[in-house]
């Protein structure tokens, strides 16, 4: 299985960016499909963004116009543009990957469709 790391997080203020990058330990990067998603405390895992092996790309409404995710196959890393942070984006960062090669089926923002994850990056936005 593909084995992601994240980075990037940390402290921003309100208003301000961060790009996050996620890793991946495979040299067939471009064949699968990979997502964004976040857990703030005491809530549910959240999809945030994802693009799939074609370079589509889906985001939850709530971050639609500021957040970009993309990709860089050539070194295997995905990344996450957060614009405009809001406190209410405050939470740990997860990558995760579909491991089955050229996947289309269920939508991007299915959780159930990820099997890899990395270890998470915290991202705090203050007010």
């Known amino acids: 299985q593909v084995q992601l790391v994240e980075s990037g997080g940390g402290l921003v203020q309100a208003g301000g960016s961060l790009r996050l990058s996620c890793a991946a330990s495979?040299?067939?990067?471009?064949?699968?499909?990979l997502a964004w998603f976040r857990q703030a405390p005491g809530k549910e895992r959240e999809f945030v963004a994802g693009?799939?092996?074609?370079?589509?790309?889906a985001y939850a409404e709530s971050v639609q116009g500021r957040f970009s995710a993309s990709r860089d196959n050539a070194e295997s890393t995905m990344y996450l543009q957060m614009n405009s942070l809001e406190p209410e984006d405050t939470a740990v960062y997860y990558c995760?990957?579909?491991?089955?090669?050229?996947?289309?089926?269920?939508?991007?923002?299915?959780?159930?469709?990820?099997?890899?994850w990395g270890q998470g990056t915290q991202v705090t936005v203050s007010s």
């Open positions: 995760a990957v579909n491991n089955a090669p050229y996947y289309t089926g269920r939508a991007i923002s299915d959780i159930s469709l990820y099997e890899s």
């Open positions: 495979t040299r067939t990067f471009g064949v699968y499909t």
């Open positions: 693009i799939s092996w074609s370079g589509r790309t």
